[in-house]
């Protein structure tokens, strides 16, 4: 039986190391928020960002502008030293104009990762903001908290000797290919030597070393390759995953909010993570302490 | 009856002056175009391209890609001392990962403005690149097209006396607020002193000196107001402006490739300006040499 893990737990651990590290600075830490489309998910997660926040000792502050006014104020917001990370709850205009907002916050206050500075980084594979290899770049939340969560659950090795890879060999199977968690996060585990099939509508993709192509791979071939599988399809049309599809001890991880496996997955996979999303605020939590000692302190 | 400007005309005249400076170069100046999807629009943008280019002495270079593997073209392009200026066709994907490829291309490169970079400076109003305003600020192609023609139907109050703000006490109407022309063309306009009432499906917007506001008006009572009436509606459900919604000698513009105006305009307008087409191709020109100017000089 799969041992399952709860990214709660995880993410109470990240917490206590963001608070420690909070706990020494000698100004307050400061996040704002931006809600600006009457949504109830943006809700639910400005509540818990505050509530993470409050649990590591960073000053949140919701500020809930007309989505037509929030230029401006994300302006003024870069513009404010005592602001040290933005927070924009998408979707907003949900057209193109929203890539604008994710552009105009600036990337040193921009804890979600998705300005395009941040952006171009990951597809680089570029780690480091300088030189000196001292400021690590900066990651997008959901994406980085599963990979902390394969972390938790044994699937990455990592050491001084994973020479900067520690999913060589291993494949993975990615079932969402979107710009916001599914295609950076295929390209981060490719980074970290895995062989990534990326499936989506438009059929399957291979992510190796910094490469993409199209790839003919039936589902069914992928998964039984898999020594990773991770579903993140926010559709109820979507087959779900069963348990004669994975390989035996497969580590299995599920970020959509919508159930992607069988209930039975945990009698075959080696590792069941059904959900990821208190550990995405906690990497939110960890990404401001990382801008504000990158850039702020 | 309304004198018709055929924007092949104005755009001959500037891919004269294109042609002039271009002549005086002491090296090749060279743009690059990227063809990844079967997309015949895109292929006769290709075409024009190429045209202007060999009129005006560019080197134009088209490189037709996969998609996939579009992003290590750029990144090579990029790099490419011999590379002045680089254009994308759109869409590629016709999806956000369009944004990425976007914000891929060096805005030193990047003839046709969509970088984040002078998306950023155009909606703050920043009008040089350099404190010494010697370096103007790239604007994007057909927004660009469409102020220039306004200027050529002597809409605009060009002189030293105009304060920067050319269009002060004119009312302009637009139907288009995309990403790619309306939005910016509003602001741009906005930036130059007009009332700009912005139509589309969710509403009218009102941009007046860098604010933009929610506005209740109708399309009636807005095209009675208008002094300039700009439309780029692609679709055949947009009931066409009529005679009777017009202010006699109404400065009238079209950049939609379907009819937007009753052919009998004319009658009423004092201006006609039924399409953009090739004064997009020719600002992509007079672009590209500036941005030789600004950087590569």
Redesign the interface.
Known sequence: VARVIDPGDIAKDFRKQVAQQVAKLTVPLKLVGFLSADNAPSQTYANYTKAGCDDVGIQYELRQVNK?AL?AAI?EANADPAVHGIMVYYPIFA???D??IK??VDHRKDIEGLN?YW??ML??NQRYVDAAKSKQALLPCTPLAVIKLLEAAGALRRSKADHGVPLQGQTVVIFNR???VG?PLASMLANDGANVYSFDIDGP?LFRSGQ???FKITRAEALSQADIVITGVPSREFPLVHCAEIRPGAVCLNFSTLRNFVPEIGDVAGVFIPRVGPMTVAMALRNTLRLFENYHA
Chains 1, 2 share one sequence.
């Open positions: 037509l230029a302006d057209t193109d104009q890539a604008y552009d105009l395009s952006v171009r597809y680089h979107s710009e916001v295609r993709q993409v192509s199209e």
